[in-house]
Nanobody, 123 residues
Framework: VQVAESGGGLVQAGGSLRLSCTASGRASNINAMGWFRQATGKAREFVAVISWTQGFNSVAASVKGRFTITRDNTKNTTYLQMNSLKPEDTAVYYC?????????????????WGQGTQVTVSS
C-alpha cells in the first residue's frame, strides 16, 4: 500500500485548507486512515483518524471543532478539512494507513506512511 498527501500550503490565521490522501496498491487491506503532524523540533502527534468501512472517527482535542476528517471509499481517499487555522497548526502533515488496527490514535498503529505535506499558518 502506498499513500500520498496533497493540499498543503501557506494560509493566514483564520483561514482554511483541505488536505487529501490517496491510497494505492492493496488498498482493500486498509482498516483505517489517519493524519499526524510534526512541528519543527517536536514529536509527531496524532490529529485525526477514520475507520475505512464504518466511518467512525476521532480527532485530537487540540483540533476538535476546527478539523474534520472524511473519506471517499470509491476513491480510496481521505480528507482533512482544516478551518480556523492558527499559527500553532504549522507543521508537516502526514497521512498514514493501517491494516493492523481498527481506529489507531498512535504511531505504532500504522504501517503505511506518506511523505508529508507542509502546512504553514501565518499570523
Amino acid at each position: 500500500v502506498q499513500v500520498a498527501e496533497s493540499g498543503g500550503g501557506l494560509v493566514q490565521a483564520g483561514g482554511s485548507l483541505r488536505l487529501s490522501c490517496t491510497a494505492s496498491g492493496r488498498a482493500s487491506n486498509i482498516n483505517a486512515m489517519g493524519w499526524f503532524r510534526q512541528a519543527t523540533g517536536k514529536a509527531r502527534e496524532f490529529v485525526a483518524v477514520i475507520s475505512w468501512t464504518q466511518g467512525f472517527n476521532s480527532v485530537a482535542a487540540s483540533v476538535k471543532g476546527r478539523f474534520t476528517i472524511t473519506r471517499d471509499n470509491t476513491k480510496n481517499t481521505t480528507y482533512l478539512q482544516m478551518n480556523s487555522l492558527k499559527p500553532e497548526d504549522t507543521a508537516v502533515y502526514y497521512c498514514a494507513a493501517s491494516s493492523i488496527a481498527t481506529l489507531p490514535v498512535s504511531l505504532p498503529g500504522y504501517n503505511y506512511w506518506g511523505q508529508g505535506t507542509q502546512v504553514t499558518v501565518s499570523s
